[in-house]
């Protein structure tokens, strides 16, 4: 018997890969960008960006997301062209390298999700459809999709004013139904149901009330009926909880993390790759999910794990 009635995640399928409540994945984040929010994980160098992606696959990564453009609204301004340049020959050097490697590109824009054809597996959509090609591009060129919640917001805007409603759950709920419609235009445009993540997007529109709401609802999401994806690593929201810049903020990352697994999210987005595999695998074995790794704990000496 459970020992509560835990969420049962739906699995992912990417490049014949499972990832489900025994094994969810991994996604290490590298940055094709000088000026990442955090420090740690600034690959503008070519060489620093390979040596990123080999330790990230060494340290337990199952899928390597690329991005090329900074997410918030500082920093500098990065047109199509650019953002081809610095990340469409890197996916294919690590598809080369990496033959079985899951890969993702981080883009709001169809143009470098079309250029990057036949070297991803997903394409992580963070700006909730803002270019409604995009969609059909990855469906084209076979690639899985991430479904997005910015509170309507256009790329690069930081969050200000941002309301829901007076209810606190009015945002768990705006997250839901624009998560749901998502979906459902991402099956319609021909991508499998298996290859649809749905992410609460925390952070992207929403203030850091809103965001641990909707984390504390993470479950909510996972009813959806589709893989969730939770990018929760050093962001803002954990920054403001504990009043703790980006470099510092590891710790309550890796309990959001915990958080998030315990309540049926399969994907979890991350600068430190070691640690949330190890928290993960945890979690997952606290589930009851996943098997412990060895048994030798009062086990009487001489006698194997297999014999006990």
Known sequence: MAPLDLPRPTPLVLRGRRFDASAPAVMAIVNRTRDSFFSGNRHDDLDSAKAAVDAALELGADI??????????????????????????????????????????????????????????????????????????????????????????PPRTDPVEVTYGPDPLDVVRDVVATLARGARTAVEAGIPAERVLVDPTLDFGKTTAHSLEVLRHTADVVTLGFPVLQAMSRKDFVGETLDLPAEERL????????????????????????????????????????????????VPRGVGADDA
């Not at 990496?98 to 890969?103: Q, T």
């Not at 070691?274 to 009851?288: K, S």
């Open 64 to 153: 390597v997301d690329v991005g090329g453009v900074r997410a918030g609204q500082e920093g500098e301004v990065v047109d199509a062209d650019e953002e081809i340049r610095r990340v469409v020959p890197f996916l294919q050097w690590v598809r080369e390298a990496h033959p079985s490697a899951v890969l993702s590109l981080d883009t709001w824009r169809s143009e470098v999700a079309r250029e990057a054809a036949g070297a991803v597996d997903l394409v992580n959509d963070t700006w909730a459809g803002h270019d409604p090609d995009l969609v059909h591009v990855a469906a084209r060129v076979g690639a899985g999709y991430v479904i997005s919640h910015t509170g309507g917001l």
């Open 251 to 298: 710790e309550g990352s890796l309990a959001s993390t915990a958080v998030a697994a315990w309540l049926g999210a399969t994907v979890f987005r991350a600068h430190d790759v070691r640690a949330t595999r190890r928290v993960l695998d945890m979690v997952a074995t606290i589930r009851g999910d996943r098997p412990q790794a060895v048994a030798v704990r009062g």
